[in-house]
Protein backbone atom coordinates (compact mmCIF):
# COMPACT_ATOMS: atom_id res chain seq x y z
CA UNK A 1 0.00 0.00 0.00
CA UNK A 2 1.33 3.55 -1.30
CA UNK A 3 2.49 5.28 2.24
CA UNK A 4 1.09 8.86 2.39
CA UNK A 5 1.12 11.91 5.24
CA UNK A 6 -1.48 13.76 5.46
CA UNK A 7 -1.01 16.53 7.78
CA UNK A 8 -3.20 17.19 9.24
CA UNK A 9 -6.40 16.02 10.31
CA UNK A 10 -8.74 19.31 9.36
CA UNK A 11 -11.98 19.28 6.97
CA UNK A 12 -10.32 19.34 3.68
CA UNK A 13 -7.06 17.21 5.42
CA UNK A 14 -9.19 14.44 6.84
CA UNK A 15 -11.82 14.33 3.62
CA UNK A 16 -8.44 13.98 1.59
CA UNK A 17 -7.30 11.27 3.80
CA UNK A 18 -10.31 9.33 3.89
CA UNK A 19 -10.67 9.33 -0.14
CA UNK A 20 -6.64 7.81 0.11
CA UNK A 21 -7.42 5.22 2.30
CA UNK A 22 -10.56 3.94 0.86
CA UNK A 23 -8.56 3.34 -2.37
CA UNK A 24 -5.93 1.29 -0.30
CA UNK A 25 -3.48 4.05 0.43
CA UNK A 26 -1.90 3.90 4.16
CA UNK A 27 -2.81 7.64 5.46
CA UNK A 28 -0.26 8.82 8.46
CA UNK A 29 -0.61 12.25 10.33
CA UNK A 30 0.63 13.59 13.41
CA UNK A 31 -1.87 15.06 15.74
CA UNK A 32 0.57 17.22 18.25
CA UNK A 33 -1.51 19.49 19.92
CA UNK A 34 -4.47 19.10 17.78
CA UNK A 35 -8.04 19.23 19.30
CA UNK A 36 -10.48 16.23 20.09
CA UNK A 37 -12.12 16.81 17.36
CA UNK A 38 -9.08 16.74 14.84
CA UNK A 39 -8.70 13.17 16.63
CA UNK A 40 -12.10 12.11 15.87
CA UNK A 41 -11.58 13.07 12.44
CA UNK A 42 -8.39 11.64 11.62
CA UNK A 43 -10.26 8.32 13.80
CA UNK A 44 -13.17 8.37 11.44
CA UNK A 45 -10.99 8.82 7.95
CA UNK A 46 -8.34 5.59 9.28
CA UNK A 47 -5.21 7.87 9.51
CA UNK A 48 -2.80 6.72 11.78
CA UNK A 49 -0.74 8.99 14.47
CA UNK A 50 2.42 8.87 14.49
CA UNK A 51 5.22 11.14 15.81
CA UNK A 52 6.53 13.48 13.31
CA UNK A 53 9.61 12.04 12.69
CA UNK A 54 8.45 8.31 11.79
CA UNK A 55 5.49 10.07 9.77
CA UNK A 56 8.69 11.90 7.49
CA UNK A 57 10.56 8.39 7.42
CA UNK A 58 7.46 6.40 6.45
CA UNK A 59 5.79 8.59 3.70
CA UNK A 60 6.46 8.67 0.14
CA UNK A 61 4.68 12.00 -0.19
CA UNK A 62 3.27 14.42 2.94
CA UNK A 63 0.49 16.57 1.65
CA UNK A 64 0.35 19.65 4.13
CA UNK A 65 -2.94 20.84 4.73
CA UNK A 66 -2.66 23.13 7.75
CA UNK A 67 -4.29 26.49 8.82
CA UNK A 68 -2.38 28.75 5.99
CA UNK A 69 -0.74 30.14 9.09
CA UNK A 70 1.09 27.28 10.11
CA UNK A 71 1.77 26.22 7.11
CA UNK A 72 5.75 27.22 7.07
CA UNK A 73 6.27 26.37 10.59
CA UNK A 74 5.28 23.10 9.51
CA UNK A 75 7.39 22.87 6.54
CA UNK A 76 10.64 24.14 9.31
CA UNK A 77 9.68 20.98 11.14
CA UNK A 78 10.05 18.67 8.63
CA UNK A 79 13.51 20.09 7.08
CA UNK A 80 14.70 19.70 10.63
CA UNK A 81 13.90 15.92 10.54
CA UNK A 82 15.51 15.79 7.13
CA UNK A 83 18.33 17.44 8.36
CA UNK A 84 19.29 15.63 11.70
CA UNK A 85 18.11 12.27 9.50
CA UNK A 86 19.51 12.56 6.34
CA UNK A 87 22.13 9.01 5.97
CA UNK A 88 18.95 7.34 6.99
CA UNK A 89 16.28 9.80 4.61
CA UNK A 90 18.49 10.03 1.83
CA UNK A 91 17.97 6.34 0.42
CA UNK A 92 14.21 4.79 -0.12
CA UNK A 93 13.17 2.05 -2.71
CA UNK A 94 10.04 4.34 -4.07
CA UNK A 95 12.65 7.52 -4.81
CA UNK A 96 12.93 10.85 -3.32
CA UNK A 97 10.42 11.44 -1.08
CA UNK A 98 8.37 14.78 -1.83
CA UNK A 99 6.64 17.78 0.52
CA UNK A 100 3.45 18.75 -1.05
CA UNK A 101 2.36 22.44 0.26
CA UNK A 102 -1.35 22.33 -0.54
CA UNK A 103 -2.59 25.53 1.29
CA UNK A 104 -3.80 28.19 0.83
CA UNK A 105 -0.60 31.02 0.97
CA UNK A 106 0.07 33.32 -1.73
CA UNK A 107 3.08 32.32 -4.14
CA UNK A 108 5.87 34.40 -2.55
CA UNK A 109 5.21 32.31 1.10
CA UNK A 110 5.19 28.88 -1.03
CA UNK A 111 8.71 29.90 -2.67
CA UNK A 112 9.84 30.56 0.81
CA UNK A 113 8.55 26.87 1.91
CA UNK A 114 9.73 25.66 -1.31
CA UNK A 115 13.16 26.96 -0.75
CA UNK A 116 13.25 25.24 2.74
CA UNK A 117 13.81 21.95 0.82
CA UNK A 118 16.64 23.64 -1.58
CA UNK A 119 19.44 21.30 -1.14
CA UNK A 120 17.93 18.46 0.93
CA UNK A 121 17.02 15.21 -0.28
CA UNK A 122 13.53 16.05 0.39
CA UNK A 123 12.02 17.16 -3.41
CA UNK A 124 8.89 19.79 -3.40
CA UNK A 125 5.41 20.43 -5.08
CA UNK A 126 3.47 23.34 -5.28
CA UNK A 127 -0.47 22.35 -5.18
CA UNK A 128 -3.62 24.27 -4.77
CA UNK A 129 -6.67 22.85 -3.81
CA UNK A 130 -9.60 24.49 -5.38
CA UNK A 131 -13.00 23.27 -4.25
CA UNK A 132 -13.83 22.24 -1.28
CA UNK A 133 -13.38 18.54 0.94
CA UNK A 134 -14.25 15.71 -0.99
CA UNK A 135 -17.67 13.95 -0.87
CA UNK A 136 -19.37 10.64 -2.43
CA UNK A 137 -19.58 12.27 -6.28
CA UNK A 138 -17.43 15.10 -5.67
CA UNK A 139 -13.45 15.93 -5.88
CA UNK A 140 -12.02 19.14 -5.50
CA UNK A 141 -8.77 19.40 -8.29
CA UNK A 142 -4.72 19.37 -6.89
CA UNK A 143 -3.35 21.99 -9.52
CA UNK A 144 0.12 21.17 -9.01
CA UNK A 145 3.54 22.43 -10.27
CA UNK A 146 7.34 22.27 -9.34
CA UNK A 147 10.40 22.79 -10.61
CA UNK A 148 10.48 18.88 -12.20
CA UNK A 149 8.29 17.74 -14.38
CA UNK A 150 9.07 13.81 -13.80
CA UNK A 151 8.76 14.29 -10.47
CA UNK A 152 4.45 16.18 -11.32
CA UNK A 153 4.05 13.18 -13.30
CA UNK A 154 4.47 10.74 -10.19
CA UNK A 155 2.41 13.31 -8.70
CA UNK A 156 -0.60 12.74 -11.33
CA UNK A 157 -0.59 8.99 -10.61
CA UNK A 158 -2.37 9.79 -7.14
CA UNK A 159 -5.31 10.32 -9.68
CA UNK A 160 -5.59 6.15 -9.26
CA UNK A 161 -6.01 6.81 -5.65
CA UNK A 162 -9.26 9.09 -5.78
CA UNK A 163 -7.65 12.32 -6.42
CA UNK A 164 -8.23 14.50 -9.04
CA UNK A 165 -4.46 15.62 -9.83
CA UNK A 166 -4.05 18.59 -12.81
CA UNK A 167 -0.39 19.62 -13.53
CA UNK A 168 0.71 23.06 -14.39
CA UNK A 169 3.85 22.70 -16.57
CA UNK A 170 5.05 23.78 -19.32
CA UNK A 171 7.69 26.74 -20.58
CA UNK A 172 7.29 29.21 -17.93
CA UNK A 173 5.81 27.20 -14.91
CA UNK A 174 7.21 26.77 -11.51
CA UNK A 175 6.98 26.80 -7.87
CA UNK A 176 3.77 29.84 -7.41
CA UNK A 177 1.93 29.34 -9.77
CA UNK A 178 -0.25 26.37 -8.25
CA UNK A 179 -0.39 29.33 -5.44
CA UNK A 180 -1.65 31.90 -7.79
CA UNK A 181 -4.36 29.92 -8.68
CA UNK A 182 -6.03 29.06 -5.65
CA UNK A 183 -5.53 32.96 -4.65
CA UNK A 184 -7.83 34.07 -7.93
CA UNK A 185 -10.18 31.47 -7.18
CA UNK A 186 -10.27 32.39 -3.28
CA UNK A 187 -11.21 36.43 -4.94
CA UNK A 188 -13.56 34.75 -7.54
CA UNK A 189 -15.65 32.68 -4.71
CA UNK A 190 -15.50 35.48 -1.92
CA UNK A 191 -16.87 37.96 -5.25
CA UNK A 192 -19.50 35.37 -5.75
CA UNK A 193 -20.51 35.18 -2.18
CA UNK A 194 -20.76 38.76 -1.51
CA UNK A 195 -22.57 39.48 -5.24
CA UNK A 196 -25.16 36.50 -3.64
CA UNK A 197 -25.55 38.86 -0.72
CA UNK A 198 -25.91 41.86 -2.37
CA UNK A 199 -28.75 40.36 -4.32
CA UNK A 200 -30.43 38.89 -1.15
CA UNK A 201 -30.67 42.43 0.64
CA UNK A 202 -32.15 43.65 -2.60
CA UNK A 203 -34.45 41.01 -2.60
CA UNK A 204 -36.02 41.42 0.81
CA UNK A 205 -36.29 45.20 0.75
Known sequence: MLPIAVVSAGAMGSAVAKRLVTAGCTVYTNLDGRSDAAHQRAHDAGMINVPLETLVSKSKWILSIVPPREA???????????????????????????????????????????????????????????????????????????????????????SQYGLRVSLLKGAGTGVGDASSLKLCESVCDSFVRANEGSRTLVGNR
Open 72 to 158: FAFAEKVRGIVEERRELLSESKSGPRVFVDCNAVNPEAVKRIGGLFRGTSMRFIDAGIVGGPPRPGYDPTFYACSEGENMLEEFATL
